[in-house]
């Protein structure tokens, strides 16, 4: 047999190779504890700070709320739940809710609707509107306390309002601060004023970020100006809506330095005194401090249950995109 021959029979006879096998590695679980420590890295400096200067307050004044706790008439005593009943027959409590209830409803309402509608004033091109927009939106970034001092000084009895108002031909012109009547609803006034920028801002972001592609073919389907606003835009302002509205009913609950700036709780007997003023006055003035812990405890209650029932509200209303 030739050289050729048994190179063939060769090739014949070898034995297929065998199949490539993959060998899978078992992936090794990295330790716990390595874990936990890049997690707490990260987070501990956010959770220690959330404990130390959120939660820890809360639980003390909760603490100080069970005693009658005054610094300046010891030994404490263990108290129980009196505090919290007594509240809720306390006429000066009770007249400060129904301050801070007004001034809330009002604070909320009037530069969520104010600022709608400069915002789709403001929503065109051009540097004149984004002029504009700089200056409603410079009251924000104002100090409250000089927002309080400049406007005190402009609704005074003989400042330059009721002054224009007499030269004006009215003989007696409203006791802006100083009449009971009118006097929260000044303050008020005033809390708007500085709020309305920021719900300017969140309704122009809001109105920026609608598509125009809806506009244009609700108005191929031959839909108004208001109609399209109605069926496309604010249904669209919905995430814009549930942001001012809590921002708003925080900031108005817990005001205290307009009230104290501008009528320091007057005119007359808690007219304008909301409950953080009652709060503050009775911790720091009247040094019952466990009094004025059941107050805040029980104002924080308040503000939670009701942003809370009115974000679940709002978000309903969201349109997902």
Known sequence: MGEGGL???????????PPSTVVRRRRRRRPV?????????????????YLCFVMAPILISFGYSL???????PPVKFVGFDNYR??????????????????????????????????????RKGWLYNALRSVFFTPVILSSVVVSI???????????LNSLLRDLGVSHPPGWLSDPDVALYSVASIVCWQMLGF???????????????????????????????RAVTWPLLAPSLTINTVVLLISAFKTYDYVKVITNGGPGSGATATIAFDVLQTGFDSNHVGYASA??????????????????FLRRREVDL
């Open 150 to 160: 400049v406007w005190s000084r402009l609704l005074d009895d003989r400042g330059p």
């Open 67 to 73: 005693t009658n706790y005054n610094p300046f008439h």
């Open 295 to 312: 107050m805040a405890v029980l104002m924080l209650v308040i503000v939670a249950l009701v942003t809370t029932v009115v974000l679940n």
């Open 33 to 49: 504890l390595p874990r936990l420590a890049h997690f707490a890295s990260f987070g501990a400096p956010g959770v220690l700070v």
């Open 7 to 17: 190179t063939s029979l060769t090739a014949v006879a070898a034995p297929p190779a």
């Open 199 to 229: 719900c300017v801002v969140v309704y122009l972001a809001g109105l920026q970020g609608v598509p125009p592609e809806l506009l244009e073919a609700a108005e191929i389907d031959g839909a108004g100006p208001l109609r399209r606003f």
């Open 86 to 123: 007594l509240l809720f027959t306390d006429s000066q409590f009770l007249t400060a809710l129904q301050v801070t209830t007004i001034l809330t409803l009002i604070v909320v309402i009037v530069p969520n609707v104010l600022g709608l509608g400069v915002a789709l004033l403001l929503d």
